[in-house]
């Protein structure tokens, strides 16, 4: 079953989207899952399966709550977000400027360590 939710605000002949799809698509993800526990279903997996866990920078800095992309940036260059575990670097080859997605559960789990802790990885 595929569940399609188009949210427009129709002014004139453009429609304007009110919120993005994929931040729309995460929230109905997040519901599902919530609805699943509820329910002790075991089709749990099959919710986690289809759920988008890497992110581009942009769409990744609004959902972790940074102001703007550059933030986020900065927070791979500090050691904040490592290479390989919160980012990850997907630029094609022979490409000189990194197109970075984050995951943002491990971005969450690496949040909320405590900052000593992750200074010294």
Known sequence: MQLQIKLV???GDEPEK???E???KRWLADALLGVAEQLGA???????????????TA????????DDPRQLRQAVHSGLFRMGIEVRDKRKPNAHK???QFHIEQC?????????RRKGR
């Open 22 to 24: 994929s931040q729309l």
């Open 59 to 66: 769409e990744a800095s609004m959902l972790l709550g940074y």
């Open 18 to 20: 009110l919120i993005p």
């Open 42 to 56: 075991n089709s749990q997996r099959n919710v986690l399966k289809n759920r988008q866990e890497w992110f581009d």
């Open 98 to 100: 990194p197109r970075w």
């Open 108 to 116: 969450h789990k690496r949040l909320k360590e405590k900052p000593e």
């Open 9 to 11: 605000l129709v002014m």
